[in-house]
T-cell receptor
């Protein structure tokens, strides 16, 4: 089975940077996804990491360390619209996604 | 606009009733999935289909059944609803069943079983 941990809640100020950590224990790890989910809406794809290192996409970056079972999502220049839940999901040998419980980020003015 | 549609948007159901949640995608994706999302537990896979004509059980399949008669449709049926099935249900699809393929989610169905 999979064990995926991420903080429940985080609060930050508009314009600041927030780092959301995700640790996982899984067999047959293939890669790690980050999804964004606004309240009452569907999850939407943010990033996918399969190799160690940092992937940058505009204001959002995602990092993976396979040896440490660790990833983080970095949100820079926070905007009010970034208030949402961020879901870490791990893919494994059975070709299915296992999700963490999600981290709710609140951006304050 | 291409994507996934789900119906109904929300439903209140009496315990013991039968209910089918509908999911349709127009992206010609091979793989489809049903998840439930509960507070504090995240998304959990109920059933999946790697391609039309095949289905498989996910993490929490009990009390649910699915069928995949064609590429586009993947209905989820609760044969006899129970209060513990109160949840938000998301349908998703991906081009292939490979774990590296991005899954795209529908808008969800909020189900309350009383």
């Amino acid at each position: 089975g999979q064990n995926i941990d991420q903080p429940t809640e985080m609060t930050a100020t508009e314009g600041a940077i927030v780092q959301i950590n995700c640790t996982y224990q899984t067999s047959g790890f293939n890669g790690l996804f980050w999804y964004q989910q606004h309240a009452g809406e569907a999850p939407t794809f943010l990033s996918y990491n399969v190799l160690d290192g940092l992937e940058e996409k505009g204001r959002f970056s995602s990092f993976l360390s396979r040896s440490k079972g660790y990833s983080y999502l970095l949100l820079k220049e926070l905007q009010m619209k970034d208030s949402a839940s961020y879901l870490c999901a791990v893919t494994s040998g059975d070709y299915k996604l296992s999700f963490g419980a999600g981290t709710t980020v609140t951006v304050r003015a | 606009i291409a994507g996934i549609t789900q119906a109904p948007t929300s439903q209140i159901l009496a315990a013991g009733r039968r209910m089918t949640l509908r999911c349709t995608q127009d992206m010609r994706h091979n793989a489809m999935y049903w998840y439930r999302q509960d507070l504090g537990l995240g998304l959990r896979l109920i059933h999946y289909s790697n391609t039309a004509g095949t289905t498989g059980k996910g993490e929490v399949p009990d009390g649910y059944s699915v069928s995949r008669a064609n590429t586009d449709d993947f209905p989820l049926t609760l044969a006899s609803a129970v209060p513990s099935q109160t949840s938000v249900y998301f349908c998703a699809s991906s081009d292939s069943p490979e774990s590296t393929d991005t899954q795209y989610f529908g808008p969800g169905t909020r189900l309350t079983v009383l």
